[in-house]
C-alpha cells in the first residue's frame, strides 16, 4: 500500500547485490521498512497500532489543552506530553526518511508532509518566544492535528467509497454549480428584500444565509422578518429539500450499478474475455460457448 | 425466540423422566415458561400485550412525575403507582427466574439485567432517604426506563433492519472514520479562526459545534461570526450535505440486494438457467420442470 | 373513482324500469351524478376546476382573515367571501346529497365528512354569538380548512404513492418502534445531565428535545450547556443521522422493486396465469410456451 | 447546442449564394457566430473561457460593492469595474445580435433576454440619479446577476438531471400537493394551539413555520413554547423525517431505471433475448450473432 502513496519504493533485492557493505546496510533498512510501511507482518501490525494510539493521545491532549480550565490545571503536564509526542513523532520521522530508498519522494509525498507539519510546530513555539506570540505559537501547534489525516492511512476500504464519489463526480459537478448559482441569486433576492435590519447586511453574507438555509442546517442568526422574505425562504427550503433528493438518487444509483457490476469469474477459452454476465452461457464477443 | 436470547432453554423432555416429583413441578414450570417466554399460545400472546401495556403505562408515570406542575398536585397518586409497577414487575422478575432451567444464564443475560435494573431503582430509594439524596434517587428511579427496551422483544422484523445494517457495518465504519477526522480539523479550525467572542472557547466544543453543523442540525447556540468562520462554515456544510449522500446510497444498494438475493435457488437441469422466482414450477426460459 | 371512495353507486340501470316518475328523476340525478362525481365529460372536468379553484380560494380568505393587519382594513370583504364560500359549499354538499343513490354512505364516507366540516363552523359562528366565544369561533372557523383535503380527491397518482408506502409498511413501524425508544431514553438521560438550567425541566421536554435534535431540525430554543450534554447530544446527532438512512434505503428499495416488477402482460394460454417476467418464454407454473 | 437554445440558426450555406457582398458579410458573420455560439473551435473555446471569468468577476465586483465597508474604502474602483464589465457584455450582447440571422428570436430567447437584463440595470442608475434613488439603483444593479445565470450555458450535463427530475415530475408534484396541504393544515393547527405569545401570530407565519420545521432547517425564530403545540411539532417533524424518504426513493429508483436502461436495443435473432450489453456482437444465451 505505501509504495504507490508514499512514491517510494521498497529496498528489496537491489540490482548490484555484489557491495557487500551497502547489502548490510540494506538488510536493516528492508527489514525497517517492513515494519514501519507495511503491516502484513506481526512487528509491522504492531507497529501501525501503536503509532495509531499515539496519534490519538496526541489529538487528544492537543484538545484538552484548549480548554482553559484544564491548562490552568495541568498545563505542566500537557506540555510534557506534548513535548514526548512530538520528540516520538520525531523519530518516526527521521526513520521513515532512513529506511525508504528515495527519501526526496517521501518527504514530498502527501503523508510526508503531513508528517513533518505535524511536528515542526512545537519546534517553532521555542524559536518564536514571547507574550504576544503566544497565540500565533498555540495556532501554529494546531496544525499537528493533521496527524490525525494519518489515520485515513489505516483504512483500507476507504478506497471503494472513494471510487464510488469518483464515478459519480461529473454529475456531482453539476450538481454543485447550479446550487452555488442558486446560492448567490438568492443571496442577492435577500439582500434587497430583507435588507440590514434583519441582518443581511451584505450579500456575501446573505449567501452564508442561503447555505445555512438550503442545506437545512438553519442556525437562526440570521432569519428573515419581513412577510415576502419569509416566502422566498419557504420556497428556498423547499428547493433545498428537492435538491438533496437528486445527488442522492446518483449516488444510490452508482453504488447500486457498481454491486450489480459483479460479473462472472468465467474467461472466453477462445477470445479470453472476462467480463461475462453471470448468466452469459456463450461469449458476448466471439460467441465461443463459456 | 427466548431460548438464544436469553440463553435458557425450557424445560421440556427432561431426560431422566423417572422422577415423578420433579416431573410435576417440571409440569406447571413448562407451563408457565410458554406463557411468559412463547409468545404462540394465546395464554402467551395475552401475557405479552399485558406486559406490554404496563410497561408502557410505568414509563409514562416515570414522565409524569419529572414534571413539576403534575408531581406537586398528583404526587401520591404517582408514588403509588410507581411502586404498583415495581412490584408487578418484581413478581414477573421472580416468576421468569423460577420457570427457566438456568435462573443464572437469564439473570446474566441482556434482558435478564434489564429487567433486575427496571425494578432496583425504586428498591434502593428507600434505602438511601433524605432531603439531600433526593436528586440521587430521582435519577436511579429513571433507572427504570430502561424497562422499555423490553418492547424491542416483541418486534420480529427488527432483526431484519439489524441484518442490512450489519451488511453495510463495514462501509460505515470507514464513513464514520472520515466524519469524525473531519470534525477534529474543522473544530480546530474554528477555534483558531473565531475565538472566544462567538462562543468557540475551546476544541471540544468547537467539535460539538462542527457536529451541530455537519449532521444539519443547527441550533444556532454557537455560530460563526466573522466572514472567514461564515465561509468555511458554509464549505462545511456543503461537504455535510454531501457526506450523507455516500452512506445513503450504501444502504439503500445493500437492502436492494439483500431484496433481489428473494429468489430461488434452483437450477434448470436442462438450461441451465438459476434465476428462476420463488412459485416457479417450470424454466421460464426452456419450458422444462424445475 | 368516487365510487370506491365515497361508498355510493351511481344510479345508472335501476332494477325496476317500469316507474316512469322515477326514472325521469333518475336521468337528472344520473347526469348531475357524472358532472359531481365523475371527471371523464367535460362538464365533470370543468366542474372538478371551478371546486378546485373555489376550495384554494376559500383556504386563502381563511388565511388572510388571520392576519390582524389585513382583518382590521378588509375585514367586511372577507366576511362576505366567507359566507359566499359556505354558501357555494352548502349547495354543493346538497347536490351530492341528491345525486347519489345512497345518501347516507356518503355522508358517512371520509369526504362526506370533511364535505360537511367544512361549512359547519361559518354557520355555528352565528349561534354562537358575543364577543367572548370570538376565539372560538375563528379557530372553528379554521375547521373549514379541511376543505384542502379535498384536493386530494384530483390527485390520482397519490395511490401509486400510497401504495408504495404501505409495501414498507412494517419495516418503517419497527424503525419508528426503534426512534420513540430511543427518544425516550435520550429525553431521560439529558434531564438528568443538564437539569433545569438549560431548559430540560421535565422528561417529556426532554423528548420534545431529542426530536427536535433527532430529525436534526435543531431549534435551539433548548440546547446542551455542560460538557457531558454536549457529548451525548453529539452522539445522538450522529445516529440520528444514521437512522435517516435506514428508512431511505428500505423505501427506495420497495420503489426499485414495484418498478422492476414490471411484468410482462403476456397470458399463458394453457393456464391463464399472467405474471410473467419480461423475458419468460415459457409459463412458470405449467411449462407452457406463452 | 445554441442553435436550439436560442432559437437562431448560424448563417451557414446561404440558400441565394450569388450575393458577393452578403456573401463577404456572411463570411465574418459565419467566423463569429463559431467563437461566440459554438465551443468546438479553439477560438470558440477560449472566448467561451474568457466570457465565463468576466461573468464571474462581474459578480464578484457586485457582491463587494453591498458589503458596506469595502464599498468605503473601494468604492471608485468597484465603480469602474461596473462600468468596465457593463460596457464589455454590452459589445458581446451587440456581437451576438449581430451575427445571428434571426436577430429578433435571439433577443427574445431566455438567454437574450438575460444577457439585456445583465447589462441594463447599470445604464438605468445614469437615469435615475439622485440620494433618494440610491437604493432602487443598487437593487437595479442586482439584477446584473441573472449574468450568472450564463454559468449553467456552459454545463452540458444538466440535461441528463434535468431529464432524470422530468421523468419523476408527476410524482414529485403529488408529493409537493402533500406537503402543501400538510403545511396548510398544521400552520393553522398551530395557529390555534400556540397563539401570538410564541409567534404564530398568523396562518400564513404559522405555515413559514411549518415549512421551516418540515424542511428540517429549524431557524428556532418561532418556536412552539406549550406542551400541546411541542407536542404537535415533534409529531410533525417525524412526518417531516418521513417525507423525505418518499421523493428520495422515487428519484433514486427513477435514476437507477434510466442507468438500467443503457442497454442495447438489439433482439437475438435466434432465441429472441433482448437484453444484451452495448458492446455484445453474440447472443450470450444461444451464441448466436446479433
Known sequence: MSEAKDGTRPPIQPPNADEPDRNARAAWRVR???IIFEADTPAGWWFDVGLLVAIVASVVVVMLDSV????AEHGRTLLAAEWFFTLLFTVEYILRLLCVRRPASYALSFFGIVDLLSILPTYLSVLIPGAQGMV???SLRLLRLFRVLKLTRFVGEARQLRHALAMARTKITVFLSVVVTVVVIAGALMYIVE??????TSIPRSMYWAVVTMTTVGYGDIAPVTPLGQF???????LGYALIVVPTGIVSAEIAEAR?????TQHCSHCGLDDHELDAV???RCGDRL
Chains 1, 2, 3, 4 share one sequence.
Open 232 to 238: 422566498i425562504a419557504a420556497l428556498m427550503m423547499i
Open 68 to 71: 482553559a480550565s484544564i491548562r
Open 282 to 284: 456463450f461469449c458476448r
Open 32 to 34: 525497517l521498512h517492513e
Open 136 to 138: 500565533v505559537i498555540r
Open 195 to 200: 435588507g440590514d435590519a434583519s441582518g443581511f
Open 260 to 264: 450489480r457490476g459483479r460479473r462472472s
